[in-house]
T-cell receptor
Framework: SAVISQKPSRDICQRGTSLTIQCQVD?????MFWYRQQPGQSLTLIAT?????????ESGFVIDKFPISRPNLTFSTLTVSNMSPEDSSIYLC???????????FGSGTRLTVV | AQSVTQLGSHVSVSEGALVLLRCNYS??????LFWYVQYPNQGLQLLLK??????LVKGINGFEAEFKKSETSFHLTKPSAHMSDAAEYFC???????????????FGTGTRLKVLA
C-alpha cells in the first residue's frame, strides 16, 4: 500500500488567516482525497483531487474556502482559507489504489483556529 | 443511497474479554465494507475489508468481521481485548461512482473502544 506523508501535523492559527496542508505519496496515484474530521465526529469528504483537472467538491464545500492543488501524481495541497474557529478540525489526506483495496490515510493535520 | 450506522459511540470491555463493535449498512448495490482504526493523534489504518469474497474476513491485530447480508451487518469482533486495542473504530461502505467517475466512501460516526485493566 502507499505511504503518505502529511504536514504540518498540527498548527494553531489566527482567525482570518490561511493554512496550506501538504500531502506527499510515495507512489503515483490517480485520485487523492481530502477529508475533515471535526471534534468527536466522523470523516467528511471535502473533495477529490485528480491530477490535471479541477478538484471535485462535495456538497457544502467550495473552492474559494478550500482551494486544492494537484500538480502531479504524488502530491497535493489543501488550503483552508480565511479561517474561523469553526474550521478547527483534523484534516486528512488519503489515496485509494482501487475501490477494492480501501483508502490509505495520512496521519492528519490537527488545526486549531483561535 | 449508501449509509453506515455504528451502534454505540463508546464501548468499554475488560482486558481479555470479547470485543464486539456493531456496524449496519444500507446499500442499493452489493457493498464493499471496511473497518478502520484510529489511534490517538494518528490517521486511519485499514483493519479489514469485505469485497464480495468470503463472508468472514480476518484482519490485522486479531480482528475479524462477518458480512451478513440478511442482517445488513458487518460487526467487528476480537476474542480477547488487549490494552493496545483502545482506539476509535470506523466502519465504512463504498458508494457507487459519482457522475465524475470517482468512487468514495461513507464513514460511520465511529466507536471509541476503552479497554479496562
Amino acid at each position: 500500500s502507499a505511504v503518505i506523508s502529511q504536514k504540518p501535523s498540527r498548527d494553531i492559527c489566527q482567525r482570518g488567516t490561511s493554512l496550506t496542508i501538504q500531502c506527499q505519496v510515495d507512489s503515483q496515484v490517480t485520485m487523492m482525497f481530502w477529508y475533515r474530521q471535526q471534534p468527536g465526529q466522523s470523516l467528511t469528504l471535502i473533495a477529490t483531487a485528480n491530477q490535471g483537472s479541477e478538484a471535485t467538491y462535495e456538497s457544502g464545500f467550495v473552492i474559494d474556502k478550500f482551494p486544492i492543488s494537484r500538480p502531479n501524481l504524488t502530491f497535493s495541497t489543501l488550503t483552508v482559507s480565511n479561517m474561523s474557529p469553526e474550521d478547527s478540525s483534523i484534516y486528512l489526506c488519503s489515496v485509494a489504489i482501487s475501490e477494492v483495496y480501501g483508502y490509505t490515510f495520512g496521519s492528519g493535520t490537527r488545526l486549531t483556529v483561535v | 443511497a449508501q449509509s453506515v450506522t455504528q451502534l454505540g459511540s463508546h464501548v468499554s470491555v475488560s482486558e481479555g474479554a470479547l470485543v464486539l463493535l456493531r456496524c449496519n449498512y444500507s446499500s442499493s448495490v452489493p457493498p464493499y465494507l471496511f473497518w478502520y482504526v484510529q489511534y490517538p493523534n494518528q490517521g486511519l489504518q485499514l483493519l479489514l475489508k469485505y469485497t464480495s469474497a468470503a463472508t468472514l474476513v480476518k484482519g490485522i491485530n486479531g480482528f475479524e468481521a462477518e458480512f451478513k447480508k440478511s442482517e445488513t451487518s458487518f460487526h467487528l469482533t476480537k476474542p480477547s481485548a488487549h490494552m493496545s486495542d483502545a482506539a476509535e473504530y470506523f466502519c465504512a461502505v463504498s458508494a457507487p461512482p459519482s457522475t465524475s467517475g470517482t468512487y468514495k466512501y461513507i464513514f460511520g460516526t465511529g466507536t471509541r473502544l476503552k479497554v479496562l485493566a
